[in-house]
Nanobody, 127 residues
Framework: QVQVVESGGGLVPPGESLTLSCAAS????????FAWFRQAPGKEREGVSC????????TYSQSVRGRFTISRESGQTMVRLRMNNLKPEDPGVYYC????????????????????WGQGTQVTVSS
């Protein structure tokens, strides 16, 4: 059974950086994909970024492209999301999701693609 655990959320001022981590257990082989989603109060869940381990491909939503970077922790079934220049529109609960296989990058930010989710970690951006 796959278990997903996020960490690293917190409160930061606008313009600052934060790194989230997502560790998955029960994942085997190298054909798996991680994704980050976020949900702010009163808003729909939004796909932020995904990492496809089979070929190390990544993708980002337009709202975070150029500011956020997803990367895999070498030798571990873990990815990090480095969030730079955080803006007032970035806060929310950030969720990590994992699935086997290599979905198309055009689809990997769809929450329906994932069965394994973490509990989420809160990110707050405020001065």
């Amino acid at each position: 059974q796959v278990q997903v655990v996020e960490s690293g959320g917190g409160l930061v001022p606008p313009g600052e950086s934060l790194t989230l981590s997502c560790a998955a257990s029960g994942v085997t082989g190298n054909q798996w994909t991680f994704a980050w989603f976020r949900q702010a109060p009163g808003k729909e869940r939004e796909g932020v970024s995904c990492f496809r381990n089979s070929d190390k491909s990544t993708t980002y939503s337009q709202s975070v492209r150029g500011r956020f970077t997803i990367s895999r922790e070498s030798g571990q079934t873990m990815v990090r999301l480095r969030m730079n220049n955080l803006k007032p529109e970035d806060p929310g609960v950030y969720y990590c999701a994992v699935r086997p296989g290599r979905p198309a990058l055009s689809a990997c930010l769809s929450g329906n693609m994932y069965d394994n989710w973490g509990q989420g970690t809160q990110v707050t951006v405020s001065s």
